[in-house]
C-alpha cells in the first residue's frame, strides 16, 4: 500500500516576531517542513504592509507583543482579508478570540507548532484533532462547546474597535 502525505491547504505563512532568535528558529523549522515564508517581519507596521501588498498569505503567526503595537492589530487586517491568525505569545489576552483563530503559548516544543497548524488547517476543514497540541488554545473548539456564536462575536469586536483611541 503506498501512503501519500495529504495536501496541505496552509502553505503561505507571514511570520511576525520581534524576538529575533525565536523569528529565526521559527522560519528555519516551517521552510525544513516544506512551508512557504511570505514574510518574516518584527513590526505592525511591515506586518500590515504586507498583507496590505495583496501577498497570497494562507496563515498569519503572529506575537501578541511587539515594539510599534500589538499583534492584535495584525491580525485585525489579516481577519478583514480573510486570512486566520494565530497567536503565539506568553500571555493571551481576552480580545485576541475575537480576531485571531488560536493562541500557542511560549514557551512551545516545535513539534507543537507545527501540530498547531494542522489542528487550525482540520479546524477550518470541519474536522477536529482527537488531542490539541500541548499549549494550544484553538478559539474555534471553544466555540463547538458554547463560547459566543459569530453574530454576538462581531458585535464584541465592534465594541473593542470603539474602545480603541484614534
Do not use: W
Not at 528558529?25 to 511570505?38: A, W
Not at 500589538?70 to 489576552?93: K, M, N, Q, Y
Not at 503559548?105 to 488531542?131: N, T, V
Request: proline share 5%; glycine share 8%; with cysteine.
Amino acid at each position: 500500500m503506498i501512503f501519500r502525505k495529504r495536501k496541505r491547504s496552509i502553505v503561505r505563512l507571514l511570520l511576525v516576531e520581534d524576538e529575533p532568535l525565536v523569528a529565526f528558529d521559527t522560519e528555519h523549522l516551517l521552510t525544513e517542513q516544506d512551508y512557504e515564508i511570505v514574510a518574516t517581519v518584527d513590526r505592525v507596521a511591515d506586518a500590515v504592509a504586507t498583507l496590505s501588498a495583496g501577498h497570497d498569505v494562507h496563515l498569519v503567526l503572529v506575537d501578541v507583543n511587539l515594539a510599534d503595537g500589538s499583534g492584535i492589530d495584525v491580525a485585525r487586517v489579516a481577519g478583514e482579508r480573510g486570512i486566520p491568525s494565530l497567536f503565539v505569545t506568553g500571555h493571551c489576552p481576552p480580545e485576541a478570540e475575537l480576531f485571531g483563530v488560536g493562541c500557542l503559548y511560549k514557551p512551545f516544543d516545535q513539534r507543537d507548532l507545527l501540530l498547531s497548524i494542522e489542528a487550525i488547517e482540520l479546524s477550518r476543514a470541519g474536522k477536529a484533532m482527537r488531542r490539541l497540541p500541548e499549549g494550544l488554545r484553538l478559539f474555534a473548539a471553544e466555540k463547538a462547546g458554547g463560547s459566543p456564536d459569530a453574530k454576538e462575536r462581531r458585535s464584541q469586536r465592534a465594541a473593542v474597535d470603539q474602545q480603541r483611541p484614534s
